[in-house]
C-alpha cells in the first residue's frame, strides 16, 4: 500500500492501535517526505519546470482538502478516539512542521538553487577569483634576529661558527676550562647534571674546547647556542638562555687585540657614539679576567634607568685563555695565545629593543612576536 492509498483510511482500518504502530506509520510518511524533497528538481530541468515541479509537489502535501497533511489530519487525527487522540497528534505536528518548511514553493526553490549552485561548482572546480585564504607569515624570533646580526659582525672580523652538543661531558663543560671538581667556582653554575659525568652544558665554553682539539692554532671561532642552568625563572633569568663566545688562538696576540676587537663589535653593534671600558673581573678560564662595558645606547652615558643611572651597561666577561686552557685544548701555550669573550644573546636583544623581561622570549605570545 502507497502513502497515498494510506491517507485515505483510518488508522482504525489500518490496523494501527498501539503508539510503536503508529509511530512507524508517521516515520513512513516523513522518509517518503525526504525523498521527495530530495529528489525534487534533480536532472536539467529549466526554471519554469522547475516552478511547475514546486507547485505540483506543494499542492501534494500541503494543498486543504485533497493534500497529504489534511488527508492525515482528516482520516488519521480525527478518527483517533478523543482518548488516544495525544500521540497521534504530537506525530502529526512534527510532520505538518517538516512539510511545510519543505514544500511551500519558496523553500522549494531556494534549496533548488542551492543544489544548482553546487553542482555547477562541482563541473567547473572552485571560483579562482574569490579571495583565497592567506595565511599569516610568521617573523625571525628576536633572540635568532640579533644571534644573527652578532654572527655577522664577527664573520665579517674572519670569525668562523662552531657549534656542538648542549649534551656535554663534566670535563669539556669543567675539568678542561680549568674548573676542577674542588674549585669553589664550580658551584657559581647552577648545574643540570644528567649523570655524575653528563651534564646540560652551563655555557658554550666546551665548545672551544673541542675546536682547538679538531682545528688546532691559528683558530678563530664564535660558538653561538643554548646553555642550561637550574635557574628560577624572573625577570632577567631563565633556565634555557643563548650565548656567543668568540675564541682567538694565535702567535703574538695579546689583550690589545682583544680590547680592539670589542671596542669594535660594541661601535658596530650599538653605533659609531659608543665608548667602550675594561675593569679587572676572575674567570677559572682566563688571566687575566675582564668585564667590559659600553656607554649607554639609550642616554649616550647621562645616566637612565636601564643603566641604572650610572651611565654603562655590562656587556660581556673576556679575557686571556689560561695556559692550562691551551693546554687542555692540545695547544702549546709557550708557541701561541688566546683571548675569549661570551656574552648572552637574550640580554643584547633586550638591550637593542628594550624588552624588559626575558621570559617574553619564550612564553611564544604572537602578540609580542608579531613586532620582530
Ligand atoms: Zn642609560
Not at 5 to 15: D, F, M, S
Not at 25 to 31: H, N, S
Not at 131 to 136: F, H, I, K, L, M
Not at 347 to 363: P, S, V
Request: with cysteine; net charge negative.
Amino acid at each position: 500500500m502507497t502513502i497515498d492509498e494510506k491517507t485515505g483510511k483510518t488508522l482504525a482500518q489500518l490496523g494501527l492501535t498501539d503508539s510503536t504502530g503508529i509511530a512507524s506509520l508517521f516515520a513512513e510518511v516523513r522518509a517518503a517526505a525526504e525523498a521527495e524533497a530530495e529528489a525534487f528538481g534533480r536532472g536539467d530541468v529549466d526554471e519554469a519546470e522547475v516552478v511547475w515541479q514546486a507547485k505540483i509537489l506543494r499542492d501534494r502535501w500541503l494543498a486543504r482538502g485533497r493534500g497529504l497533511i489534511a488527508r492525515i489530519d482528516q482520516n488519521w487525527l480525527r478518527q483517533t478516539p478523543k482518548e488516544s487522540r495525544g500521540v497521534v497528534g504530537a506525530e502529526f505536528n512534527r510532520l505538518r512542521q517538516y512539510a511545510t518548511a519543505q514544500f511551500e514553493i519558496d523553500p522549494l526553490l531556494a534549496a533548488h538553487r542551492q543544489k544548482t549552485l553546487a553542482r555547477y561548482e562541482k563541473r567547473r572546480g572552485p571560483d579562482l577569483t574569490l579571495p583565497g585564504n592567506r595565511r599569516e607569515l610568521g617573523s625571525i624570533h628576536p633572540v635568532t634576529r640579533v644571534q644573527r646580526e652578532l654572527e655577522d659582525i664577527f664573520i665579517g672580523l674572519g670569525f668562523h661558527i662552531e657549534t656542538g652538543p648542549e649534551i656535554e661531558s663534566v670535563y669539556n663543560n669543567f675539568d678542561a676550562l680549568n674548573i676542577h671538581e674542588s674549585h669553589p667556582s664550580r658551584d657559581d653554575w647552577d648545574t643540570l647534571y644528567i649523570s655524575s659525568d653528563v651534564l646540560l652544558r652551563t655555557h658554550t665554553s666546551p665548545v672551544q674546547i673541542r675546536a682547538m682539539r679538531k682545528y688546532g692554532a691559528p683558530l678563530y671561532i664564535i660558538t653561538p647556542g643554548k646553555c642550561y642552568r637550574n635557574e628560577n625563572p624572573d625577570a632577567t633569568h631563565s633556565a634555557m638562555f643563548s650565548q656567543i663566545e668568540g675564541l682567538a688562538v694565535d702567535a703574538d696576540i695579546n689583550f690589545a687585540d682583544l680590547k680592539g676587537t670589542l671596542d669594535f663589535f660594541a661601535k658596530k653593534f650599538f653605533g659609531e657614539k659608543t665608548r667602550t671600558r675594561f675593569q679587572p673581573s676572575f674567570f677559572p678560564f682566563t688571566e687575566p679576567s675582564g668585564e667590559m662595558a659600553a656607554s649607554c645606547p639609550f642616554c649616550g652615558g647621562q645616566g637612565c634607568r636601564t643603566c641604572k643611572d650610572s651611565g654603562w651597561i655590562e656587556l660581556m666577561g673576556c679575557g686571556m685563555v689560561h695556559p692550562d686552557v691551551l693546554r687542555n685544548g692540545g695547544i702549546d701555550p709557550e708557541r701561541y695565545s688566546g683571548w675569549a669573550f661570551g656574552l648572552g644573546i637574550e640580554r643584547f636583544a633586550m638591550l637593542k629593543y628594550d624588552i624588559g623581561e626575558i621570559q617574553n622570549f619564550f612564553q611564544s605570545d604572537v602578540r609580542f612576536l608579531r613586532q620582530f
